[in-house]
């Protein structure tokens, strides 16, 4: 079972990254430079956007001083910020409270106010010793009402030197920066955060066509919405939520799993 389900990934990696994308804003045989995001420079002053930034459309979806933008993922609670769990520094970051490890048990995680559909997804992210979060995509918080986290893709963030989740699922497809639990990401020189301790996400959309960046490289590249995306889905934890992955929207998730982290320069560019 175990050669099944790496050969359904391999097939899946060659697919995601040869194939030709109709459904995509910007067909993949285009090959659209989003590298040039990943290397556009931040403002120097954090949770703000340069001219450039500005001028191409982006938007901030974190100010540095509120949580505005933000509400609670529990459907009991849609429309409020969590009352606990959560805090803004005096410098401008938005954390995660360090508690058990538990998935989303303490303040729980918070999704955007509103859903997107076609994008390009900037977060810095700080990862304290052990940690585990995420940054979640296309979630649906109406789909798992129990206990746990809003169900959805995610950008794993994990200190995979520390935490167990490193060693699990297939291929390492729960370390930092994979599709979590579907896709590994390609490991190297880049896993390295900068001076400062901080590590640089990107998420792409565009129509099927979904990519995952770390430190301004490419990391994770695939398509959804098709048979091998739907074959890869049955071989991982989300076999068993509905139409996974395959949403035309939906909200953007931080991950509360127990564990301290930071994030900054949350930013947006809708396509």
């Given amino acids: 079972m175990k050669k099944y389900i790496i050969a359904v990934f391999a097939t899946v990696a060659m697919i995601a990254t040869s194939c030709c994308c109709p459904q995509s804003k910007t067909c993949e045989c285009e090959k659209p430079d989003w590298g040039k995001y ?20 982006w938007e901030l979806l974190f100010d540095g001083e ?9 459907p009991a609670n849609l429309g409020k910020f969590p009352e606990g769990g959560w805090g803004i520094t005096e410098d401008g970051l938005l954390y995660v409270f360090a508690g058990d490890g538990a ?25 304290t010793e052990g940690a585990n979060s995420g940054i979640k995509y296309f979630v649906n918080p109406f789909l798992n009402t129990g206990p746990g986290s809003a169900i959805g893709c995610e950008f794993q963030i994990l200190d995979d030197e520390h935490h167990p989740d490193a060693k699990l699922g297939v291929n390492g497809n729960r370390t930092l920066a994979s599709l ?5 990401a390609r490991r190297g020189p880049w896993d390295a955060p900068d001076a400062d301790g901080w590590h640089h996400a990107m998420i792409v959309v565009d129509g099927n066509h979904v990519e995952h960046w770390l430190n301004g490289e490419k990391v994770v590249e695939y398509e959804r919405g098709n048979q091998m995306w739907d074959a890869l889905v049955d071989f991982s934890k989300y076999r068993d939520w509905p139409d996974f992955g395959n949403y035309e929207e939906g909200y953007i998730l931080l991950q509360d799993h127990g564990h301290q982290v930071f994030f900054k320069n949350i930013k947006i560019k809708e396509l």
């Fill in 180 to 184: 979590y639990d579907l896709i590994p």
């Fill in 66 to 74: 509120t949580t505005e933008g933000w509400q609670s993922a529990r």
């Fill in 38 to 57: 990943a290397a556009m420079e931040s403002a120097a002053e954090p949770n703000t956007l340069t001219d450039a930034e500005e001028a191409d459309g």
């Fill in 103 to 127: 998935e989303s048990a303490n303040g729980g995680d918070i999704i955007t106010t509103r859903k997107w559909r076609d994008f390009v997804l900037k977060v810095d992210f700080k990862i």
